[in-house]
């Protein structure tokens, strides 16, 4: 039974590129959530994903989007990248309101 | 605007000896949910909380919920090497929340 999975697992990126994150999550899970983690601090909460609509938001600029698909994986697109967005990008994912599964995450760093 | 402190943030003992983690908030939590995450890994969820002087144990580790549900504990007795790792506690306002306000982090180091 594969757990969540998210690609790629390592990006480079400079300065004011796009990025688009993908995961994929656990078997049976139908909701997703992305965090973001800077480097020593814990993960913050940008937003979840349920039923293909964007549920709840943390407090991230609109530069931050994303998309969940019909079989449940999610896709987190950041614009105009900044170096402060250089990060450990987590999905986690849940059967509706049940307990998180963390993927591995992407490193994202930006130049 | 919710927010968790953990403490301490970096904590280095000897194999065996006994340590307690502490998880504090101005804010009422609905549960509290604590994580250990490894170097290239995502959280993995220990335990959760719910009712306000619970306590839990798992095997070693007593995880314990504040009475007013704004703080937490995680004691670990005779600590082994394999316990190395970042401990994160999290936070959620109501029952079932995915919006969880994660504390920064206890980095723990047990030399054997």
């Known amino acids: 039974d594969a757990g969540v999975t998210q690609s790629p697992t390592h990006l480079i990126k400079t300065r004011g590129q796009q990025v688009t994150l993908r995961c994929s999550p656990k078997s049976g899970h139908d909701t997703v959530s992305w965090y973001q983690q800077a480097l020593g601090q814990g993960p913050q909460f940008i937003f979840q994903y349920y039923e293909e609509e964007e549920r709840q938001r943390g407090n991230f600029p609109d530069r931050f989007s994303g998309h969940q698909f019909p079989n449940y994986s999610s896709e987190l697109n950041v614009n105009a990248l900044l170096l402060g967005d250089s990060a450990l990008y987590l999905c986690?994912?849940?059967?509706?309101?049940?307990?998180?599964?963390f993927g591995n995450g992407t490193r994202l760093t930006v130049t | 605007t919710q927010l968790l402190e953990q403490s301490p943030q970096f904590l280095s003992i000897q194999e065996g000896e006994n340590l307690t983690v502490y998880c504090n908030s101005s804010s009422v939590f609905s549960s509290l949910q604590w994580y250990r995450q490894e170097p290239g890994e995502g959280p993995v969820l220990l335990v959760t909380?719910?009712?306000?002087?619970e306590v839990k144990k798992l095997k070693r580790l007593t995880f314990q919920f504040g009475d007013a549900r704004k703080d937490s504990s995680l004691h670990i007795t005779a600590a082994q090497p394999g316990d190395t790792g970042l401990y994160l506690c999290?936070?959620?306002?109501?029952?079932?929340?995915?919006?969880?306000?994660f504390g920064q982090g206890t980095r723990l180091t047990i030399n054997p």
């Open positions: 986690a994912s849940s059967l509706r309101r049940g307990t998180l599964h």
């Open positions: 909380v719910v009712t306000g002087g």
């Open positions: 999290a936070g959620a306002s109501f029952q079932g929340a995915q919006k969880l306000v």
